[in-house]
């Protein structure tokens, strides 16, 4: 980066620096005009990123100045988002299996509510939700692994024989940690999340809805190691989400035991995110608020098992198809210079979701139910485990 010449002024010994090309010129490409603004920086002479700079010069190629500046870059891989929606979707897999109950498994068997001859019936809920995941490097974003752990609580109630609407309260901790380049890299969002559900079935079709209102809190670390710097930045910020999805269901029959739907729906989502200033590091960056959307299209079918008057399995399947995209990342250096924009990496496209359950009711009419889901996408992987206790009231 930086060619020393011995020269000499009268009777003195001069060392000459000269830089041999700018740092924009040797960026990646999609690190967007985050080197141009990092050579702003330096031409002005600021202490407070002397350490950045004496690094960098110090690095022995272009291509080793390139890795460096793609440590040095903020996060563009979606890491909060992912968590957020990792999140958001531990309670809609909640809502999704509490409505299925009610509409035909073992608790519609079982015994009380209008649908039985009662009168109006309510029922209390509680489940855990686990749920984790590998994201594989792409797009030039670094691997990441992702968690979510939590637990949702619900109260619902039976509008008429064949219509049943609840609302749940939902606690979350959810996470990515980076892996390879982003080791030590890694996103904390604790999430408090309200949601609504209303399902109804008739003979020929059934309706799945249910919407989320959700408030965000993230604390998030990267880690810039290269040749001669290695600092931790570190940020916290706040945030919210909404979301609803809906989805048709047309029965169908294939002997007295076994049965399924076809489903066809769609789930929105919306996630804002604040502003932030990062600390703990010359490589400091403040991050503008931002915020992404999610549009999904969703094809798929389950089938439904009985096992006995009180027991059934479930298998399901969905194909989602993600249309919408990433928001650009724009962001300063604590220490000075223009801002700089970069390109959101772009979202995977296609997915399947594949999952397996089983529901019981007691002898003391408690309902209980195991559900695990498995999401697949390029170079994407998720597991997502779920246990849920039913009480009638």
Known sequence: MVNY????????????????????????????????ALEVLGQSGNAGAASVFAALDALPTTQAVGDALSQLAPDTSRTAQQASQLAAG?????????????RSGPLA????????????SRRSWVQGTGS??????????????????????????????????????AYTQAGTDGKGNAQGDEVRVNAATLGGYFSQTNDGMTLDASVLL?????????????????????????????????????????NPSWSGRWLVGGRVGYLATDGY????????QRVGSSSATSLQSVLGTELTHTLADNSSLQLRARYLHEFSNSPDVKASFVAGGPGFTMAGTRPGRD??????????????????SLRYDAEVKANYLAHQLSARAIWSF
């Open 351 to 368: 997915a399947l979701q594949l999952g397996i359950g089983w529901r019981k009711v007691t002898a003391q009419g408690v309902t209980i």
């Open 132 to 169: 984790q995941g590998t994201q594989d490097a792409r797009a030039g974003a670094p691997a990441y692994k992702l968690h979510a752990y939590g637990v949702a609580a619900g109260l619902e109630t039976d509008r008429s024989a064949n219509e049943v609407m609840g609302m749940s309260l």
């Open 90 to 102: 531990t309670l809609f897999s909640a809502l999704e299996g509490r409505m299925d109950s009610a």
């Open 214 to 254: 959700g408030y965000n809190s993230y604390k998030s670390e990267r880690r810039v190691s290269f040749g001669g710097f290695t600092e931790t930045a570190k940020g916290d910020y706040k945030g919210w989400q909404a979301g609803g999805r809906v989805e048709a269901g047309f029965p169908f029959a294939i």
């Open 277 to 284: 200033t990062e600390t703990g590091s010359a490589a400091a």
């Open 5 to 36: 010449t011995l020269g000499r002024t009268g009777n003195d010994l001069v060392v000459n620096a000269q830089r041999a090309t700018t740092l924009g010129a040797v960026t990646p490409s999609g690190l967007g005009s985050m080197g141009a």
């Open 109 to 120: 068997q079982a015994a009380t509510g209008l649908s039985a001859g009662d009168g109006a």
